[in-house]
């Protein structure tokens, strides 16, 4: 079942800081996002922020599924609802950016109609204060990626 997370309930930092390790900047854009669960018997097992930019724009900012439960399309599921979610607005643009060495990522975002638009240099070495490693490589580009609804 995916649902809008009350204010109320506590947020899955678990999941949350696997996608984003940088807390402070998780907590900011929390206070002005909406947050999707996937849940099944009581349990969180994927979570997606979704976060008005614009009037035009919105961004993807977190996307995370339970290490237990990868590949089982939870974090499918939780995009497809989410943009479902969005105002019905002539040229509404969402972005979503991600490592560039997250190759599974890409190409999920990708494979729902996302085009990459441009990659940033050394933006997690250079924006983050610990060094982020992914199947063991250093995370150092960022990839922002972007459709139109």
């Given at each position: 079942m995916i649902r809008e997370l009350n204010k109320t309930e506590d947020y899955p930092w678990k999941l949350l800081l696997n996608?984003?390790?940088?807390?402070?900047?998780?907590?900011?854009?929390?206070?002005?996002?909406?947050?999707?669960?996937?849940?099944?018997?009581?349990?969180?097992?994927?979570?997606?922020?979704?976060?008005?930019?614009?009037?035009?724009?919105?961004?993807?900012?977190?996307?995370?599924?339970?290490e237990n439960h990868l590949r089982k399309g939870i974090a499918r599921a939780l995009l497809q609802h989410a943009l479902t979610q969005l105002p019905k607005n002539e040229h509404l643009e969402v972005l979503v950016k991600t490592g560039d060495i997250s190759i599974e990522a890409v190409k999920?975002?990708?494979?729902?109609?996302?085009?990459?638009?441009?990659?940033?240099?050394?933006?997690?070495?250079?924006?983050?204060?610990?060094?982020?490693?992914?199947?063991?490589?250093?995370?150092r580009n960022q990839v922002i990626m972007h459709m139109f609804l």
């Open positions: 996608a984003d390790p940088n807390q402070s900047l998780v907590e900011d854009y929390l206070k002005r996002g909406q947050v999707y669960v996937y849940e099944e018997q009581e349990n969180i097992l994927g979570v997606v922020v979704l976060m008005e930019r614009s009037k035009n724009q919105y961004e993807v900012m977190n996307v995370s599924t339970d999920l975002y990708q494979s729902l109609g996302f085009e990459i638009l441009e990659t940033v240099k050394d933006y997690f070495v250079e924006n983050y204060p610990e060094p982020i490693y992914e199947h063991g490589e250093l995370l």
